[in-house]
């Protein structure tokens, strides 16, 4: 599995952010689908997660209410859109992935996308 993210950058404070992930999967499957973040001196935290299937999704409580994990089956692509963001939100997200469910370690990382929420 390889992912790819993009869409991260700069700014203000209350402004929204899409980030997307481009899957491409060499072997046939199903993955649990996550973005974690990781700000400058903290440890990374899963922020959404999302099945393969599309039907189940977690958030962290930080993400709850503003931010919406989704995938284009088609596209292998996922989603997380980012409303109302905040400076906490600064961090540097990760697209991963796992074999079967969201829950437990995930094992393939992409290249991080940077996010800066400026107040």
């Known amino acids: 599995v390889q992912l790819q993210a993009s869409g991260g950058g700069l700014v203000q404070a209350g402004d929204s952010l899409k980030l997307s992930c481009v899957a491409t999967?060499?072997?046939?499957?199903?993955?649990?689908m996550g973005w974690f973040r990781q700000a400058p001196g903290k440890e990374r935290e899963l922020v959404a997660a999302?099945?393969?299937?599309?039907?189940?999704?977690r958030y962290a409580d930080s993400a709850k209410g503003r931010f919406t994990i989704s995938k284009d089956n088609a596209k292998n692509t996922v989603f997380l859109q980012m409303n109302a963001l905040r400076p906490e939100d600064t961090a540097v997200y990760y697209c991963a992935a796992k074999d079967g469910s969201i829950w437990g370690e995930y094992h393939y990382w992409g290249r991080g996308t940077l996010v800066t929420v400026s107040s």
């Open positions: 999967i060499s072997r046939s499957g199903s993955y649990g």
């Open positions: 999302i099945t393969w299937s599309g039907f189940t999704t």
